[in-house]
C-alpha cells in the first residue's frame, strides 16, 4: 500500500514565523488532504489538495501530484496553531476508500 | 449541521469485557468511517461504509471488532473480549458523496478514548 511520509516530525516556532510541512507519498494518488489535530485531540480538516495549490487565509497548500509531494505553509504562526498536522492520501486506482495518513509534524508556537 | 457526534467521550474496561461505540455522522453524509490511533502515530483506517453497506474492512480489524450502520445513519463499533492492545482512540469520519467525482473531504468526530485495565 501507500507510504506517506512527513517531515519534520516535531517543529517548535516563535510567534509570528512562517513554517512549511512537507508531505511525500509513495504512489499516485486521488484524493490527499491535510488535518490539524488540535491538544483536545479533534481532527479538523484544512484542505482537500490532490494537486495545484489552495490558500485559506494564514495558511496554504501546494501538491505536486507527478514529484508525489505536498507542502503545508503556515505563515504568521500563532500559538493557536499549536498541535500536530497530518497528511493524509488514497492511493489512486485501487477502489479502495481507505486514507493513509502519516506520522505527523508536531508543532509548538511559542508566544 | 452539529457535526460528527461520538459516544462516549472515554470509556474505560478490564480486558476481557466487551465494549460498544457510537457515531452519528453529519446529517446526509452517506460515508462513514472508522480509525483508530494511538499515541504519537497518525489515525488508521479500520472500515468503510456506504449508507448501510459496509464496503471496506482493513486486516487491522480482526475477528473481535464489528460495525454496523443498519439503516444508514448512525453507526455502532464494538470490540469483543477487549485486550489491552486494543487501547486507542476510536474516530468516526463523514462525508459527502459528490456525484461524478473523487472529491472526499473527511470531517471527523471527537473520538472515543478506550483504556483496556
Known amino acids: 500500500g501507500i507510504q506517506v511520509e512527513q517531515s519534520p516530525p516535531d517543529l517548535i516556532l516563535q510567534e509570528g514565523a512562517n513554517s512549511t510541512l512537507r508531505c511525500n507519498f509513495s504512489?499516485?494518488?486521488?484524493?490527499l488532504q491535510w488535518f490539524h489535530q488540535n491538544p483536545w485531540g479533534q481532527l479538523i480538516n484544512l484542505f482537500y489538495?490532490?494537486?495545484g495549490t489552495k490558500q485559506n487565509g494564514r495558511l496554504s497548500a501546494t501538491t505536486v501530484a507527478t514529484e508525489r509531494y505536498s507542502l503545508l505553509y503556515i505563515s504568521s504562526s500563532q500559538t493557536t496553531d499549536s498541535g500536530v498536522y497530518f497528511c493524509a492520501a488514497r492511493e489512486r486506482d485501487t477502489g479502495r476508500r481507505a486514507l493513509t495518513f502519516g506520522s505527523g509534524t508536531r508543532l509548538q508556537v511559542q508566544p | 449541521d452539529t457535526g460528527v457526534s461520538q459516544n462516549p467521550r472515554h470509556k474505560i474496561t478490564k480486558r476481557g469485557q466487551n465494549v460498544t461505540f457510537r457515531c452519528d455522522p453529519i446529517?446526509?453524509?452517506?460515508?462513514l468511517y472508522w480509525y483508530r490511533q494511538t499515541l504519537g502515530q497518525g489515525p488508521e483506517f479500520l472500515t468503510y461504509f456506504q449508507n448501510e453497506a459496509q464496503l471496506e474492512k482493513s486486516r487491522l480489524l480482526s475477528d473481535r471488532f464489528s460495525a454496523e450502520r443498519p439503516k444508514g445513519s448512525f453507526s455502532t463499533l464494538e470490540i469483543q473480549r477487549t485486550e489491552q492492545g486494543d487501547s486507542a482512540m476510536y474516530l468516526c469520519?463523514?462525508?459527502?458523496?459528490?456525484?461524478?467525482?473523487?472529491?472526499?473531504?473527511?470531517?471527523f468526530g471527537s473520538g472515543t478514548q478506550l483504556s483496556v485495565l
Open positions: 489538495i490532490p494537486s
Open positions: 504512489d499516485s494518488v486521488n484524493n
Open positions: 469520519a463523514s462525508s459527502p458523496q459528490i456525484v461524478g467525482t473523487d472529491n472526499e473531504k473527511l470531517f
Open positions: 446529517s446526509e453524509h452517506n460515508r
